[in-house]
């Protein structure tokens, strides 16, 4: 019975996270995977941001679990975010900004 | 009335999973648009380790060279293939003084990956189930801190063979949320074994802390059905090289339960010891209650409570070379162990075309 009771409350709780996942606007996400034509100080600011915001989340998810490595080619960076994100389940913007970061 | 009220857990757990599949349908379809693939066609990989490592174990030496290869094959946009193998030698000295060899291999997973969106991976074959943190994340030996598996390990199943949901989105600007359900079916073959189980894990990440707590459960659908559940954090904090990660599980049957808390500080800011790391690990098991003589011989090392205490220390020859050394002390009632193990591994990694590091 306990078991039961603590079955129906993970798969509410997964309803939940799910429903708010579905309301997380992808809004927010949006402007950062996507490069404004704007004037280029503006850009450079935001590229370095962007390098900023990055490199805070390469170190913030990869780092959690072993040491930094160095940087790969980009096709193989591709392949090993896309491994990473199923087996850490880094979010898809963390995911987004890592690569951009890693293969910079 | 009785009748109604004894079946409502099994109610709301329909309901929610009925919730859970209109979610999941509606979520597909909306993002499916949204998910684009970046600039790099990703390649085939072929990655994993190599290790060798010495270890003695209250007296008795092993020698244990070992390679766990991984296979990671992207196809299109949103599909991943992933087969890590293992194969192990170890070596360990016979009462007269010759050396033994004996060989171990297996596969760790052989998964197919299907991303359909940005909040939600499916999972099918092999793989490794979804409890806390140690099986998934830092269980490969150039990951790990510490070549000793924490206590925790063995209580619950490793391995599953079946389905899986899993992913991770932001809740607000500081807060992940990741998750994972699974099923898996029994599975009896000998290299493959799996139990018939379902479980998940619900984990939360604050970003700007740096600091991970979530919460995991197994429901065992076989034999004397045993449940676990378990509790994981993980904290690095802004200000120190300093990693702390505990987890704790507590299973129904006979595996007793256990914790450990795990700290791993990098003298980064010591320029000549900046590769240098040092790890210490606390670690206690209980045995389950009113185990039989019988039941205790059977589980082995499961039937007895154990303290652990290890210390040890990695250096990094380069980001993929690290040399490890570590000291640990077991008490076991009449059986005390000093545990020392020195090695070295190493992560390879190469793309399996010729151009696969061009753009």
Redesign the interface.
């Known amino acids: 019975?306990k078991?039961?009771?603590?079955?129906?409350a993970?798969?509410?709780?997964?309803?939940l996270?799910?429903?708010?996942?579905?309301n997380?606007s992808?809004a927010k996400d949006a402007p950062k995977d996507s490069p404004a034509p704007t004037v280029s100080a503006e850009q450079s600011a935001q590229n370095e941001n962007m390098r900023v915001e990055g490199e805070?989340?390469f170190r913030?998810n990869c780092?959690?679990?072993?040491?930094?490595?160095?940087k790969?080619?980009?096709?193989?960076?591709?392949?090993?975010v896309?491994?990473m994100?199923?087996?850490?389940?880094?979010?898809?913007?963390?995911m987004?900004l890592i690569?951009r970061y890693m293969?910079e | 009335m009785m009748c109604s009220l004894a079946n409502w857990p099994r109610k709301v757990a329909q309901a929610g999973l009925l919730g859970l599949f209109i979610l999941i349908s509606l979520a597909v379809h909306a993002q499916d648009d949204e998910f684009r693939v970046d600039s790099f066609k990703p390649v085939p990989i072929l990655t994993g380790s190599t290790a060798y490592f010495t270890r003695v174990t209250a007296g008795q030496y092993q020698d244990a060279p070992t390679v766990s290869p991984l296979l990671l094959l992207p196809m299109g946009d949103k599909w991943l293939l992933e087969a890590k193998g293992s194969y192990s030698d170890t070596f360990s000295k016979n009462a007269q003084g010759d050396y033994n060899g004996a060989i171990s291999y297996g596969m760790a997973y052989g998964q197919i990956d299907y991303i359909a969106n940005r909040y939600m991976t499916f999972v099918a074959g092999r793989f490794t189930t979804p409890f806390n943190i140690y099986g998934e994340r830092l269980a490969p030996n150039w990951i790990r801190a510490l070549q000793p598996n924490p206590l925790t390990s063995p209580v619950t199943s490793g391995s599953g063979l079946g389905g899986m949901i899993r992913g991770g989105f932001s809740g607000t600007d500081s807060l992940n949320v990741t998750y994972a359900a699974y099923f898996s079916a029994n599975n009896t073959h000998h290299l493959l074994a799996t139990d018939r189980s379902t479980g998940g894990r619900l984990g939360f990440f604050l970003p700007r802390q740096r600091l991970e707590v979530g919460a995991s459960f197994q429901q065992v659908l076989q034999a004397d059905r045993p449940h676990s559940s378990g509790v994981f954090l993980e904290w690095q904090p802004n200000r120190a090289p300093l990693t702390v990660r505990s987890e704790y599980v507590r299973s129904s049957g006979t595996k007793g339960s256990a914790y450990w808390i795990e700290s791993v500080y990098r003298l980064s800011q010591i320029p000549s010891l900046r590769r240098l790391e040092l790890v210490g690990r606390g670690e206690q098991f209980f045995a389950a209650s009113n185990l039989s003589a019988a039941t205790v011989k059977k589980l082995g090392a499961l039937g007895k409570d154990t303290n652990e205490g290890d210390f040890g220390m990695n250096y990094y020859l380069r980001s993929d070379v690290r040399a490890s050394a570590s000291y640990g002390r077991q008490f076991v009632l009449g059986r005390n162990a000093n545990l020392w193990t020195i090695g070295m591994t190493y992560r390879f990694i190469m793309p399996m075309l010729p151009q696969g590091g061009a753009r």
């Open positions: 019975m078991m039961k009771l603590f079955l129906a993970f798969l509410v709780a997964s309803a996270s799910l429903g708010l996942m579905a997380a992808s805070k989340r913030s780092g959690r679990c072993h040491a930094a490595p160095t790969f080619p980009p096709r193989m960076m591709a392949t090993i896309r491994h994100r199923v087996r850490a389940t880094i979010t898809d913007q963390d987004r690569l293969t």
